[in-house]
Nanobody, 121 residues
């Protein structure tokens, strides 16, 4: 079983910055990807950015150039540095970990409880 604990959300003005952290604990397999998703009010939960254990990243076009995802493999922690925040970045941000024991097995998914990010003047 894997547990994910998020921190770092809050309220900021447009143009501000926030940094989200997500610490994973439990049995985590080598083949894993950690990611941040966002659920804006009235919308579905969408991928913001992901990073594999090897450091390969995927960032949504809407945040490219403003958000940076990184991870500390030694501490099983993923970060999301959010700069130049806009009102449309408002939402609940969820940490996700997907891992599999072997290359031929399916992925198991785990989610954090979510952290609120509000961008408003």
């Amino acid at each position: 079983q894997v547990q994910l604990v998020e921190s770092g959300g809050g309220l900021t003005q447009p143009g501000g910055s926030l940094r989200l952290s997500c610490a994973a604990s439990g049995t985590i397999y080598y083949f894993n990807t950690m990611a941040w998703y966002r659920r804006a009010p009235g919308d579905d939960r969408d991928l913001v950015a992901s990073i594999t254990n090897g450091g390969d990243t995927n960032v949504a076009d809407s945040v490219k150039g403003r958000f940076t995802i990184s991870r500390d493999n030694a501490n099983n922690t993923v970060y999301l540095q959010m700069n130049n925040l806009k009102s449309e970045d408002t939402g609940v941000y969820y940490c996700n970990l997907a891992h599999r024991r072997h290359l031929w097995t399916s992925y198991d998914n785990y989610w954090g409880q979510g952290t609120q990010v509000t961008v408003s003047s």
